[in-house]
T-cell receptor
């Protein structure tokens, strides 16, 4: 069966520091990968999605970036965090090349920027 | 582009009472529709999904949802709510195109009173 792991689960970082959140998927190959952010009262905001290695689509302009160095690895990064980057970050995956495919989520990473 | 509206931010229901959570979508073609549930501090779990066929969809935990094209709605229902159903519920819409991400509503928080 497929599983998705993301880490760290909780992170407290000072303003201006870098960020790296990592996500890996097991039990499938060539998945679509996603990063969502959940801020209080704002629901789920799609940040990035990827349909393949090195292929990243950005949905919103911000100081975050994403990379996909391997087929089942998706990394969310920032060079300098802002207070507004605080939130709950969710990695997710879905089957490639299927329209309307179900998205499966990781357990999330809490980021607090202080 | 598709979009989702969940009109109710917070709903309180008595235990044993029926529940209906509203979801309206905007999409030019037949959408793929989903309901997810999120317990505090957790990732999202899929409750049910609609792709085609029968417009009444059964999901896990006794939930069901009905797709009404004429109203652009996909409301979630449960005949008798349990205290453990208290959580945040998200409706999502997917385009009929491979390689696209789901778009989520802002969520409805369900509280269950005894």
């Amino acid at each position: 069966s497929q599983t998705i792991h993301q880490w760290p689960a909780t992170l407290v970082q000072p303003v201006g520091s870098p960020l790296s959140l990592e996500c890996t998927v097991e039990g499938t190959s060539n998945p679509n990968l996603y990063w969502y952010r959940q801020a209080a009262g704002r629901g789920l905001q799609l940040l990035f999605y990827s349909v393949g290695i090195g292929q990243i689509s950005s949905e919103v302009p911000q100081n975050l970036s994403a990379s996909r160095p391997q087929d089942r690895q998706f990394i969310l990064s920032s060079k300098k965090l802002l207070l507004s980057d605080s939130g709950f970050y969710l990695c997710a995956w879905s089957v490639q090349a299927v329209a309307g495919n179900t998205i499966y989520f990781g357990e999330g990473s809490w980021l607090t920027v202080v | 582009a598709q979009s989702v509206t969940q009109p109710d931010i917070h709903i309180t229901v008595s235990e044993g009472a029926s529940l209906e959570l509203r979801c309206n979508y905007s999409y030019g073609a037949t959408p793929y529709l989903f309901w997810y549930v999120q317990s505090p501090g957790q990732g999202l779990q899929l409750l049910l999904k609609y792709f085609s066929g029968d417009t009444l969809v059964q999901g896990i935990k006794g939930f069901e949802a009905e797709f009404k094209r004429s109203q652009s709605s996909f409301n979630l229902r449960k005949p008798s709510v349990h205290w453990s159903d208290a959580a945040e519920y998200f409706c999502a819409v997917g385009a009929n195109q491979a390689g696209t991400a789901l778009i989520f509503g802002k969520g409805t928080t369900l509280s269950v009173s005894s």
